[in-house]
DNA sequence: CCTTGACCCTGTAGTCGCTACAGACCCCAT
DNA sequence: ATGGGGTCTGTAGCGACTACAGGGTCAAGG
């Protein structure tokens, strides 16, 4: 199978492909006569449970992790569990930020009250503290 | 005042300070005999506007159009209503995408029943799909 | 007077996870 | 033989910093 072909497949860009490549992620896969790169089936796998923990927000180094563990099935899954939930728990951090920002926004926002910039509350609030 | 007194003031890293200088968010500051860069109230006044709006999420892109309209108080505030209320719009959209994010991993995770990688249901969830 | 140490200078490269080329090569259909 | 689509390598760019290296400046203490 060639690049383009994985690329539609999973959803994935042909550069990132490639990236993953480079940086150890996909394993370099054998390559045709012409040079083309030629993916098997569980390069695909590999590639799709990559999108797929990126999707959800993984960064590089837990997907490295969590496939290097995927290699050894018979330790103990305590390893992905602490991962997963150190991953959760800093979504849930991320979220609380976001949630204060957006009240803040709100907040600023009803201050407007139209008029010049001179009076903006929006501008007032910005330089303040 | 030189750049380690605005930093501190400020909470600002040194090197941002210069950064903001170097891509024309701060003004380049006049200069003392040994070439230290010295800063006016007015500048800190100006950093702190960044520092703020940055806190609250904005762009550098957008600071620049709010700085700018800073300069220009006679005009109508609707510009500046407008960039912060598409910001609270993306804001407010990355609040969804975290939210699902969170309600995803949390599913995951409760599947968790320990055991071998082999059958981690973690390691199955990022591998469907 | 000299040294020490804290601060400051410039310039460049690294971070993360891609994305976007340029310029070349391969392959298949017409 | 030609055209166009795919692929190749290598490099640079994004955003918003951060982290040096290798030097200069300045005030206090010995």
Same mark, same amino acid.
């Given at each position: 199978?060639?690049?383009?072909?994985?690329?539609?497949?999973?959803?994935?860009?042909?550069?990132?492909?490639?990236?993953?490549?480079?940086?150890?992620?996909?394993?370099?896969?054998?390559?045709?006569?012409?040079?083309?790169?030629?993916?098997?089936?569980?390069?695909?796998?590999?590639?799709?449970?990559?999108?797929?923990?990126?999707?959800? %927000?993984?960064?590089? /180094? $837990?997907? @490295?992790?969590? +496939?290097? !563990?995927? &290699?050894?099935?018979?330790?103990?899954?305590?390893?992905?569990?602490?991962?997963?939930?150190?991953?959760?728990?800093?979504?849930?951090?991320?979220?609380?930020?976001?949630?204060?920002?957006?009240?803040?926004?709100?907040?600023?926002?009803?201050?407007?009250? %139209?008029?010049?910039? /001179? $009076?903006? @509350?929006?501008? +007032?609030? !910005?330089? &303040?503290?």
């Amino acid at each position: 199978m060639k690049i383009g072909e994985v690329s539609r497949i999973t959803g994935t860009n042909v550069e990132t492909v490639r990236y993953y490549e480079r940086i150890g992620l996909l394993p370099k896969p054998s390559r045709t006569g012409g040079n083309y790169r030629s993916y098997a089936a569980q390069d695909v796998d590999r590639l799709k449970f990559i999108r797929h923990a990126r999707g959800l %927000g993984f960064d590089i /180094a $837990d997907i @490295r992790s969590l +496939l290097d !563990l995927g &290699e050894h099935p018979e330790r103990d899954c305590c390893e992905v569990d602490q991962i997963a939930t150190s991953h959760l728990v800093s979504v849930e951090n991320k979220l609380r930020q976001l949630e204060q920002l957006q009240q803040e926004l709100v907040r600023m926002l009803r201050q407007c009250r %139209g008029g010049q910039v /001179a $009076d903006c @509350r929006i501008m +007032l609030t !910005l330089a &303040e503290r």
